[in-house]
């Protein structure tokens, strides 16, 4: 599965989408970084401060933003692991030897390079939750051309939760690694509308292939398209689309949806920022419904314009082919 990057369109664990006075995003407030060139005896010269959001840009990068806080633009590189399949249907890691059986205590396995993989199943008895809650620990284990390295803790009951203290799964064509918490969930006529809800918490999040690259850090979001219906928290993110440069997202007020996702936002507010001299305001807060005020300051310079909100909207519908 390759990032998508969406050029034509664009994770603190909550319960909901309450205020964002609650919200401490004193962690995602980075300045951005000097880049220094080695200039031998000469000694270093700083490179000249570019603006990452621009009026020429700021369409595109939404869209990848509303991507990440709905999980449309990485989640499932997450979400199919450790299976790297559908993990509804294909049952095999699960089972012993072939035999049928299902796994109800810790199972040690050498894998093809001699590296190793414990698989911990959390049962409370009930043989379907042998099937449900996992516990994978991987230390330099090939299977096929992919190695997977760390550990990885996946719940699946209404909904599916990964939990990890380091997780990696590196081939010749991508590399991904995860930590934090991840909960994903959706319910029948909204999978097929590709609505659901999506928390991050303390989440760090790395993509890399031959072409693009995606680093989401900090992440304590929540996307919810169901009964609270609005967007909530922040993160950082760096990425082939930022120019290689980190900025910080985050909800001023929680953005709150007017009916489902696809639709428009009729409350709150979002900041979008590159240090303290670029920075974009999205404000919900205009004459019309359907549109959305952005502020940004670029060049020692800040430009206000209205735009509809159907530019972002289709961000929100992720249509995930985990299963889940």
């Known amino acids: 599965m390759t990032i998508r990057v969406l050029t034509l369109a664009v994770a603190v664990l909550a319960t909901g989408c309450g205020s964002s006075n609650d919200y401490d995003d ?32 700021h369409v595109d990068l939404l869209r990848n933003v509303f991507a990440i806080y709905s999980g449309k633009l990485w989640a499932d590189e997450v979400l199919l692991e450790p299976d790297s399949e559908n993990p509804l249907v294909s049952l095999a890691p699960y089972y012993t030897g072939g035999t ?6 810790r199972v040690d396995i050498v894998c093809e390079n001699g590296g190793t993989v414990s698989i911990i199943p959390h049962t409370d008895g009930s043989p379907s939750d042998a099937l449900t809650s996992w516990d994978f620990e991987f230390e330099n284990c090939q299977e096929k051309n992919a190695i997977r390295d760390g550990q990885l803790k996946r719940e699946i009951y209404e909904s599916v939760k ?33 609505l659901g809800q999506l928390k991050t918490s303390n989440t760090y999040f790395t993509y890399s292939n031959n072409v693009d690259n995606l680093i ?109």
Do not use: C
């Open 26 to 57: 004193s962690a995602l407030q980075e300045d951005p970084g000097s880049s220094l060139v080695d200039q031998g005896s000469t000694g270093t010269v700083q490179e000249p401060y570019v603006d990452v959001i621009t009026m020429d840009n």
């Open 100 to 105: 049928g059986d299902l796994l109800s205590t």
């Open 216 to 324: 989401v850090s900090v992440s304590n979001a929540n996307f919810d398209a169901g009964i609270n219906l609005g967007v909530s928290g922040g993160f950082r993110v760096r990425a082939n689309w930022t120019n290689e440069h980190e900025i910080t997202v985050r909800t001023i007020e929680d953005l709150r949806l007017e009916g489902r996702a696809g639709s428009v936002f009729n409350r709150g507010s979002l900041e979008v920022r590159y240090g303290d001299e670029n920075i974009l305001i999205l404000d919900t807060d205009t004459a019309e419904v359907d549109t959305v005020e952005i502020k940004i300051t670029s060049g020692g310079t800040t430009e206000t314009v209205i735009k509809p909100w159907s530019l972002w909207s289709d961000s929100f519908r992720f249509y995930s082919v985990s299963g889940f």
């Open 162 to 194: 990964f939990m990890s203290t380091g997780y990696s799964n590196t081939s010749q064509s991508r590399k991904i690694q995860f930590s934090g918490d991840l909960y994903y969930s959706t319910f029948g006529t909204e999978r097929d509308e590709g």
